[in-house]
């Protein structure tokens, strides 16, 4: 008889708030999953590992593991480094059958977080300020490897889409690292344009060292131009739209649809 176990794969934080909601993440998924063994694992900066992750679905009796990437896009870290870890186990136990789900990616779900993060963002803010007068600023990690001109393109259609679907007056895109525009020159030339107010929504999964470098440079830019408001948008975090696609990642590994 097959026992299945689910492994959430994570990149990993040296950021506690992080891996809380990490966390929190993988337990939603272990209620919307009860049938299965639902466990988690980090690439690296913190514990358990994806191995460790994996060692302790065995040790429960699980011989068809369901493997989910924590990750957004289809970097080096879903194409190369996880699956290597998979793989590696997987030609130590010839008993066991190992499936690896793909990235989030760009998914309907993901911008309905994101568009309610955004929301959110407007509701508690102490003006109002229509949108046709505002510009909707979205933040990228950043890549500039092989993998650089596709997760980049992804932010880019990210922000297209929220910015025409929510009826903003424009959308502009800039990255946390390694790719152009830099967070700092492209809030500044942003700031530039005239708007009333730019929202900054940062698609990242969840808080850590980035963030916290977004969040101040947001500040510092705000401060050399007081007659713009700047409004900080929640990154998507453990949103229950962002569960809801890991959900679907999961599911797709059984249904056949993980194309």
């Not at 990255?175 to 344009?193: F, M, N, Q």
């Not at 101040?216 to 050399?224: F, G, N, R």
Request: hydrophobic letters at 45%.
């Amino acid at each position: 008889m097959t026992t299945t176990g689910v492994l959430v794969c994570g990149h990993g934080s040296r950021d506690v708030e992080a891996i809380k909601e990490f966390e929190i993440l993988v337990h939603a998924l272990t209620d919307l999953f009860p049938e299965y063994h639902v466990k988690h694992g980090y690439l690296e900066f913190a514990q358990p590992t994806i191995q460790d992750g994996l060692n302790t679905l065995r040790d429960l009796g699980v011989d068809r593991f369901l493997a989910v990437p924590g990750m957004l896009f289809a970097g080096g870290h879903v194409k190369k480094d996880v699956p290597a870890i998979l793989n590696a186990v997987a030609s130590q136990h010839k008993d066991i059958s190992i499936q690896f789900g793909r990235e989030l990616g760009v998914d309907s779900k993901l911008l309905l977080a994101a568009a309610d993060r955004i929301h959110t963002a407007e509701a508690n803010a102490p003006n109002r300020i229509p949108r046709d007068k505002t510009l909707l600023m979205v933040v990228g990690r950043g890549a500039a490897n092989s993998d650089a001109s596709e997760t980049n393109d992804n932010v880019v259609s990210i922000c297209r889409m929220l910015s025409q679907d929510m009826g903003f007056a424009k959308g502009a895109v800039c990255y946390a690292g390694v790719a152009d525009p830099l967070i700092e020159p492209g809030l500044k030339h942003a700031a530039a344009l005239g708007f009333r107010r730019i929202i900054v929504f940062s698609y990242l999964l969840f808080t850590g060292v980035l963030i916290n470098r977004i969040y101040s440079t947001i500040d510092q830019v705000a401060a050399e131009f007081p007659t713009v408001e700047f409004l900080k948008a929640q990154y998507l975090g453990p949103h229950p739209k962002v569960i809801e696609t890991f959900a679907d990642r999961i599911r797709s590994l059984t249904d056949g649809n993980n194309a």
